[in-house]
């Protein structure tokens, strides 16, 4: 296939078949699973998507790769390519509110934006290939200096464990970082936005104290601030980093009183 690759759109493929197994072997997906890509590029994961489970809907936004990608669609009957920006588009009118998982070797430009729409859909499962720092904050444990409000985030939705780490020498054109494979196995549990609100006011200035940052955050005197961590049976001098993804929904439902 020529193409011409574009950067703006995070172009990175993957050709190494065995690469290409043990992402679809990490997702444990099955032949009674709907999965959903984003990013077909050159629809090399798409084709073992497609052998591997029941139906496959992939997004790609660079519409020079349709004419190849339509060609790998008439080979299979359960895969169906969509040409579209997939931070704009309905996913409910794909999925039908249908169960699915998610397969995808991300573009990196827009990683957050992605793990972050896709979370409010609450896929069963979801096994994405990003860049291997985003992979260490998004599975990083309390007290590890990469974890963050995004950590957070989706281990209170998710299980999340980094499943291969994959070295930049794997994809064409080569990148300039390594990347890492993370899956999710989601609990069903809803995200509030105000929630994720919350998160990131908690995290806003990491250096300070979490009493600092929730005083100026929920405009309260330090020693309400403080009593709100008494409650939560947390050191009163503990920064946003050590909390658990647990202890920050207790913190939470706790504040929630102060107009959040
Ligand atoms: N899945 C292929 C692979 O593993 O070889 C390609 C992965 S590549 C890292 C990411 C792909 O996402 C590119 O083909 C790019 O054009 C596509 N893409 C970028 N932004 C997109 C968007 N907003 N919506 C849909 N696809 C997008």
């Given amino acids: 296939m020529e193409h011409k690759f574009k950067k703006q759109y995070g172009q990175n493929f993957i050709k190494d078949q065995k690469l290409l197994d043990a992402i679809v ?4 997906i099955t032949k009674d699973s709907f999965v959903i890509e984003i990013g077909a590029g050159a629809g ?3 084709e073992v998507l497609a052998q591997r489970a029941k139906k496959v809907i992939s997004f790609e936004i660079d519409t020079d790769l349709k004419e190849h990608l339509l060609k790998l669609e008439e ?3 359960n895969l169906k390519f969509v040409f579209e920006d997939f931070m704009s588009v309905d996913l409910k009118k794909y999925t039908g509110g249908e169960e699915f998982s998610v397969v995808a070797n991300l573009p990196y430009y827009i990683t957050t934006a992605i793990i972050s729409k896709l979370i409010d859909f609450c896929p069963k499962t979801m096994t994405i290939m990003v860049q291997k720092e985003v992979a260490e904050r998004i599975g990083a444990s309390p007290k590890n200096s990469a974890y963050g409000a995004m950590s957070v985030i989706c281990q209170t939705v998710a299980d999340v464990k980094i499943i291969l780490n994959v070295p ?3 994809f064409y054109p080569m990148p300039e970082v390594d990347s890492a494979v993370l899956h999710f196995n989601f ?8 929630f994720v609100n919350f998160l990131h006011m908690c995290f806003k200035a990491k250096r300070k104290t979490l009493v600092n940052n929730l ?25 946003a980093e ?5 202890q920050f929904f207790a913190l939470y439902k706790q504040a929630e009183k102060y107009n959040i």
Avoid: P, V
Wanted: aromatic letters at 4%.
């Fill in 25 to 28: 072997c990490g997702s444990n």
């Fill in 44 to 46: 090399a994961l798409t």
């Fill in 187 to 194: 609990n069903g549990k809803k995200l509030d936005g105000k």
């Fill in 242 to 246: 050590e909390l658990s993804s647990d």
């Fill in 168 to 170: 930049k020498t794997f």
């Fill in 75 to 77: 080979k299979y009957d």
């Fill in 215 to 239: 005083s100026s955050g929920l405009n309260i005197s330090k020693k309400e601030a403080e009593n709100l961590l008494i409650n939560l049976g947390t050191n009163i001098n503990c920064r």
